[in-house]
């Protein structure tokens, strides 16, 4: 499997709720940070959103927009219009004028994470996604959406199943649309948009028990070692073989959550010669120990 599925399988996203949100005249909503991430699509009219550290993005008819974790946001009409604070719901809302026919309108959500990795594994994602109307591939976003908001509110036998199904084919979705025009921030999606880093990271994926050195993967990836080292440090924001110790801990937490692994069965499928040696390298990430942090998630 490859590296970017392998992310969004530890990450499990579930517990989709999608919703209508609607406007008319001049209105403005300002919402604090939350742990969930949101997604949106412009079916109608246009509106102003802001976000805390980046520049103010005009949404428009078919633009889709994720954000794997939730900021600080503004959502209006317009610039210069008051924000009032709202909390988020899981009922259809309207903002502005209450009667007639809305001029704005929009589908939008959010869904769940697998707790025991959400913040690694999000570090390693973009802060924002945004795909315009104009990138031609937005109505993929809105079929799946439409999709997803019917299965959420039919409720029929099997839902759960289609809708982690369904969230997993949009996150993969969004995710892969990157390209290096974008300036991709430091993470998985850089890495896998530079052919070299790409092979390394396959590697790394495909074989988590090796005892990879900095040497095997620069070969791999076809370049020097000081080169190697220096490209992989810029595009993942962490040197080649801290990835690999934070990718054996995340499949190692993943573990501890299902609750179905001995502590001497996870050390071997990741790579470390007993549970002691385990036991070590998960305090050293996590400041605790594998049966400490198991506890936890129950």
Known sequence: MDPLS????????????????????????????FDAPGFTIIL?????????????????RGDFLL???????????GDGVFCEPVAPRSEAVRHGEQDGEPDFVALGGSFTFERANNQLLLALLPKLIFIPASDGRATRFRRLIELLSEECTAKLPGSELIVHRMLEVL????????DVDRQVPAGILRGLLDPGLARALKAVH???RANWTVADLANIAGMSRSAFSARFSEALGCAPIEYLARWRIAIAKDALARGTKS?????????YESASAFSTAF?????????QFARKLT
Do not use: M
Request: hydrophobic letters at 45%.
């Open 6 to 33: 392998d992310v969004v399988l530890l990450l499990r996203p579930s517990a989709a709720i999608a919703k209508p949100i609607s406007a008319k005249g001049r209105w403005g909503v300002r919402y604090d940070a």
């Open 44 to 60: 109608a009219g246009e509106a102003r959103l802001a976000i805390e550290g980046c520049e103010p993005l005009r949404l428009s």
């Open 67 to 77: 954000l794997p974790r939730t900021p600080a946001f503004t959502l209006s009409s």
């Open 206 to 208: 495909a074989d988590v």
């Open 263 to 271: 502590l001497e069965r996870i050390a071997d499928d990741i790579g």
């Open 171 to 178: 996150l993969v979705e969004a995710l892969r649309w990157q």
């Open 283 to 291: 305090r050293r990430h996590n400041g605790c120990a594998p049966g």
